[in-house]
C-alpha cells in the first residue's frame, strides 16, 4: 500500500485546513489509518485515527474538538479537517495505515505498516 499525503500549508491562527491522504496499491479500506504530526526535536505523535470502517475515531487530546478524521472507501481517501488551527499545531503531517491493530495501540508507530511522505503544516499567530 502507497499513501500520498497532501493538503498543508500556511495559515494563520484560527485557520482551517483539510489534509487528504489518498491509498492505493491495495485494499486501503481494511485498514486502519492515522494522521501523526511531529515537529522539530519532538517524538511523533497519533494526532487521530479512524477504524477501516470509519466506525470509531480516536483524537488525542490537543486536537479534540478541532479536527476531525473521516474516510471515503470508495475514494480510498482519509481526510483531517483541520479548525480552529494555532500555532503549537505547526508539523509535519503524515499518514499511516495499520491492519490488526488493536485500540490500546493506535498511538503506538510501530504498530502502523505504511506510511505517507508527510506534508508540512504551518500555523503562524
Known amino acids: 500500500v502507497q499513501l500520498q499525503a497532501s493538503g498543508g500549508g500556511l495559515v494563520q491562527a484560527g485557520g482551517s485546513l483539510r489534509l487528504s491522504c489518498a491509498g492505493s496499491g491495495g485494499t486501503f479500506s481494511r485498514y486502519t489509518t492515522g494522521w501523526f504530526r511531529q515537529s522539530p526535536g519532538k517524538e511523533r505523535e497519533l494526532v487521530a485515527s479512524?477504524?477501516?470502517?470509519?466506525?470509531?475515531?480516536y483524537y488525542s487530546e490537543p486536537v479534540k474538538g478541532r479536527f476531525t478524521i473521516s474516510r471515503d472507501n470508495a475514494k480510498n481517501t482519509v481526510y483531517l479537517q483541520m479548525n480552529g488551527l494555532k500555532p503549537e499545531d505547526t508539523a509535519v503531517y503524515y499518514c499511516?495505515?495499520?491492519?490488526?491493530?488493536?485500540?490500546?495501540?493506535?498511538?503506538?508507530?510501530?504498530?502502523?505498516?505504511?506510511w505517507g511522505q508527510g506534508t508540512l503544516v504551518t500555523v503562524s499567530s
Open positions: 499511516a495505515a495499520a491492519s490488526g491493530i488493536i485500540l490500546s495501540q493506535l498511538r503506538n508507530v510501530q504498530q502502523y505498516d505504511y
Open positions: 479512524i477504524r477501516s470502517s470509519g466506525g470509531y475515531t
